[in-house]
């Protein structure tokens, strides 16, 4: 019987210390997370992008006529994905906010 007691006591502790975060603070979280990402990282990565796909082009110049267009072509896909990068970068913040239904930056997620 003293089993059964700390068993049931135990699972009692376990689900109200499980509720302590609700979803909605879960999801806060989540936009918080992906705002930082947006207006932290996506930038950086669009920079590094663009001097990727000028080395590529660059050293595939270098080589034969098979090389070169790989190298052009990974050059070209280089510069689409900083392109997008910049892009989301700039209306990420909007989206996030139309999602949540406030000011992402300041109210959800304090920088």
């Known amino acids: 019987m ?3 007691v700390m068993l049931t006591l135990l699972i009692l502790f ?4 499980a509720q302590t975060t609700t979803g909605s603070d879960r999801i806060k ?5 992906v705002y930082k990402i947006v207006d932290g990282v996506l930038p950086v ?3 590094v992008l663009f001097v ?3 080395v590529a082009y660059a050293a ?3 080589f034969g006529a098979e090389m070169r267009a790989k190298a052009t072509g990974w050059a070209m896909n280089m510069i689409t994905g900083a ?18 239904g406030s000011t992402v930056g ?3 997620c304090p920088i």
């Open 2 to 4: 003293n089993k059964f």
């Open 14 to 17: 376990s689900i109200s210390f």
């Open 29 to 33: 979280k989540a936009i918080c997370d």
């Open 45 to 47: 990565m669009a920079f």
């Open 52 to 54: 990727l796909a000028g």
């Open 60 to 62: 595939g110049n270098f």
């Open 83 to 100: 392109i997008i990068a910049l892009i989301l970068s700039a209306i990420g913040p909007t989206i996030l906010t139309s999602l949540y």
């Open 106 to 108: 300041s109210s959800l």
